[in-house]
């Protein structure tokens, strides 16, 4: 979504006029001729026609002739960009957001290894809890010593699915920016 959006002095003349303004949100929703602008709009062709010119000369809009008998207009991804620029936050706090998860899951994930590493346990044939290596501050080997490692292993399996759930909403919310920037105003 690293899209820059150049704002040169025809983008910034095209935007002066409320008109213009309107005919981009009109474009956004879907492609339209110029019929279509005049009539909604409640203005002459000719006058929708110099805006429109005025919008493709900033590269706002582009013409779709596809050899009918009317010109459509739609929006360029830069006119999107200026329409939509909360699309590239929003994917890039998901990212954010799953990158720190999945650092967050592997991070206790290593801190359960070790703790288990420290209170090996061991089940002995008279199904005894038997500490190998026992802490410091655990005298008496007990079941209580398997349990101090429980919320580590459960809080990195939650934090990793987590993770690839935020990644799963960071693909699809590209996906659909994409696709919107690629298929709208094909109409």
Avoid: C, Q
Avoid at 64 to 75: E, F, I, Q, T
Avoid at 115 to 120: F, L, P, T
Avoid at 124 to 150: F, S
Wanted: cysteine-free; hydrophobic content about 45%.
């Amino acid at each position: 979504m690293g899209r820059e959006i150049r704002m040169t002095k025809e983008v910034f003349e095209a935007l002066v006029s409320e008109t213009r303004i309107v005919i981009l949100k009109k474009l956004d929703k879907r492609a339209m001729t110029v019929s279509e602008l005049a009539r909604e709009l409640g203005l002459a062709k000719s006058a929708v026609h110099e805006h429109l010119a005025k919008l493709v000369d900033a590269g706002l809009v582009e013409k779709r002739d596809a050899g009918r008998k009317w010109v459509y207009y739609h929006l360029t991804p830069k006119a999107r960009g200026l329409l939509h620029p909360e699309e590239r936050h929003r994917i890039l706090v998901l990212l954010s957001s799953a990158l720190l998860a999945l650092l967050g899951g592997v991070f206790t994930g290593l801190k359960y290894l070790r703790v288990a590493e420290e209170a090996k346990v061991t089940v002995a044939e008279r199904g005894e809890v038997v500490l190998e290596a026992v802490p410091k501050a655990m005298k008496t080997p007990t079941a209580g010593a398997v349990r101090t490692t429980e919320p580590y292993l459960a809080l990195s399996i939650a934090l990793i699915a987590t993770s690839l759930l935020l990644f799963f909403l960071t693909y699809r919310a590209w996906r659909r920016s994409k696709n919107y920037y690629n298929t709208r105003g094909e109409s």
